[in-house]
Each structure stands twice: as C-alpha cells, then as structure tokens.
C-alpha cells in the first residue's frame, strides 16, 4: 500500500530530493510546475527547462540581496528617486549612460562634487545600485569611516584583511573626501587604496571641495599630488550646484505647516 501511495504522488519525495541538492527553486515552484505541465502538456525536457529556470532566478534574487545587503547604502537611493528638476544644469545624458556601466570596465573613476545637500551622496549610491543590478560587487562608505575602520583593524592585527576588502571591490564608493584634513596615516592609507585601485578597479567619489581645494585636505603634498594625479586620470568629472535639496525639503515642509494652520509664509 505505501509502495502504491509512493507511485502515485512522488511529489513530497521529489520536494525533499530537491530540497537535499539546495534546489530551493525549483522545488518552490515544482506543484505549480507540475500542473502546468500536465494541464499544458507539456514535455518531460520543457518542464525540465522551466524548473532550472526558476531555480536559476532564485539564486540571482539571492546574489542580488546579498551584495545589496553588503553594499552599505543608506536607504533607497536610485535613479529613478533622484530629482533631476532639482538641478537642471547637471548632464542627464552622462549619468544614465554611467548607469550601463562602461566606465567600471574601462576601470574609471567618477567624481561627484558639490555643496551640501545637492544629491552627491544619492548620486553615487543611485550608480552603484545600478551596478549591483548587473551583478557586481560594491562598498560604499564615508572617507572618515574608512578611516576609523583601518584604525581600528590596525589594533586588532586585521588590517591586511580590511585594506585588501577595499582594494579588490570591484566598485569603492568612497563619499564625503576631505570634510576635514587627513592625518599622515590616514594620507598614507587612502594613497595606497587609491594606488593599488589605479586602471584595476573603479572608484566614485564624492566631496564638498572643489577640485582646485583636494590638495588642502593633504599635509603631504607629494601625497597628495600622486594620489589626485591617479584619481583624475581618466575619470568622468559631475558637478552639482545649487541650493541644498535638504534645506528645500524642510523650507516647503514649513510651508505646509504654515498653510494647514492658516498663517502667511
């Protein structure tokens, strides 16, 4: 009787058989597939293809939550949510050509410069979930967290290990540079990410200097010459301006408030 019962429904021993081979999805999808198949009828070799196809996209779903997860960004930040209207000078055509990814083949960096609050920030992260989307691995972190990180691993003997992650990622995000000036050693650890990173590896980064003021941030300045002179080499230049979106964001929020209460702005 339980041989008769096996034969006519293998599919809880089939579950558990995928199940054992990690093929999670195929067997999430292996009722529904089944009774396509039957109500289709459809070939053995067909309802094969459509079962490694579900499988196939679940582990991209799971490569691409993993990297996203290990990505660091903060909150939803992607194109489709940045206000271009906000800035109407900033080159449209160049950012959505970044975002097919050329320029981490050609190993470049992009610099992103701007005031305070005109979107550098989600700029760069909105260009790395976009890379992330085409299945590449990227960090972003501030320049001062960087810093602390690389202090931190000094101490506890993983400095190697941390320096190498930031190294061989194939996309370095490295935001806010030079808020304050570098210590010698922070100058000497961003000279070497940036010098072994050099037509290997891709790196946005973004600051609140102009160019012409990265030098100031350096008290070394043959440091600091060797490593702007390997960041700019090649790299695709955007600068924002304007007002600070943070500041417009909380200006008409007040005018709102204003209008609900009745009172003249």
Known sequence: MKQHDKQINPMPAVWSQLKALHLGGMGEFLTQRNKEAVEGQISYLEFLSMLLEDELLRRQHNRFSLR???SGFRGDKTLERFDFSFNPKINQALIKDLAQGQFMAEHAP?????PCGTGKSHL???LGFCMVQRGMDVL???QSKITQDLEAARATGSYNKVLKQLIQVK????????LKPLKPQEE?????I?????EERS????????FSEWTDAFQNKMLAAATLDRLRHNAYEILLDGKSYRSLKKSTQSTEEGDENGEAI
């Open 124 to 126: 760069a992260q909105a």
């Open 194 to 198: 940036i010098a072994a990173r050099y």
């Open 140 to 142: 972003f972190s501030s």
């Open 171 to 178: 996309l370095l995000i490295i935001d806010d540079f030079a």
């Open 203 to 210: 790196t946005i980064m973004t600051s609140n200097l102009d």
């Open 68 to 70: 996203l997860k290990q």
């Open 188 to 192: 000497e650890d961003l000279h070497d």
């Open 110 to 114: 992009i610099l992103i410069i701007g």
